[in-house]
């Protein structure tokens, strides 16, 4: 089972490799339109807040809007009455700033797992090797023993490795913040070099650790996709991903990925039902279309 694991995985994240092709996947599909994203947004922020998790990354991105700006920039409102939420507040404006190797083994880390998960993983890898250089020097397998915790222990600690390694080859120290200076198609090529390092990958990248205007597509963000009518039946991620990113305003990306995101997490079960299936409670005309946000979230 575990091998099995490894190969989906493995067939998911290697070759797929980002490339720059632009091209309109679906150019008769009129959805979404710039006065959608803007309802959905706003109607799931009604309903969820803005998510606490991801405030630092949303006051990183005003700051490199801003550089003037303080670091104690106001992150945008939360749900309240969550012990969760009043710590995300009152702790952003200290929060370290991840560099970019950070976030990118963050996110090698969270696929195929849970949240939580990936997060134990990382904080056991930084514990056991406080130095990327550490964890090159390392045996694999004490690798794959600090983020086991986190699933597919092997499969990331190999993909782990090798970038270390290839990037300490190429530009001769385990750094990757000279992305920052880079376009966004010179950031993909730059990163889909890595083995193992695919479009969701480097999107997620982009948006979180480099604040650049993309939008990633996870499971969460396509399903819901589909179910709103955002892109076709038979639309597939990849497709997906370049449909909502030549569709979707720039100045939306990061908030509506985030709130979709979150959305989805409470509703992934309903989304698998399929859209004839009838939800519970009021139904919401979002983006002209009757969309029942208690359906996914029931």
Known sequence: MKSRKRKQLQSQIDPNKTTTDNAEPYPDHPLPTPQDCQAVMDSL???????????????????????????????????????????SQTSVEHEHEESVLDGLVKTVLSQNTTEVNSQRAFASLRAAFPTWDDVLAAEPKSIENAIRCGGLAPTKASCIKNILSCLLEKKGKLCLEYLRDLSVDEIKVELSHFKGIGPKTVACVLMFHLQQDDFPVDTHVFEIAKAI????????????????????????????????????????????????????????????????????CS
């Open 45 to 87: 922020f009604s309903l969820h807040g803005f998510p606490p998790e991801f405030a630092k990354y949303r006051c990183q991105r005003l700051k490199s809007i801003s550089p003037d700006l303080t670091t104690k920039i106001s992150p945008p409102p939360i749900n309240v009455g969550s012990q969760d939420a009043v710590k």
């Open 229 to 296: 009518g955002w892109v076709p039946a038979t639309a597939d991620r990849n497709k997906t991903y370049l449909h909502l990113n030549r569709r979707i305003p720039n100045e939306l990306k990061f908030d509506l990925n985030c709130l979709l995101y979150t959305h989805g997490k409470c509703c992934s079960k309903c989304t698998k039902k399929g859209t004839n299936q009838k939800g519970r409670a009021s139904s919401h005309d979002i983006a002209g279309v009757s969309f029942e946000i208690e359906y996914f």
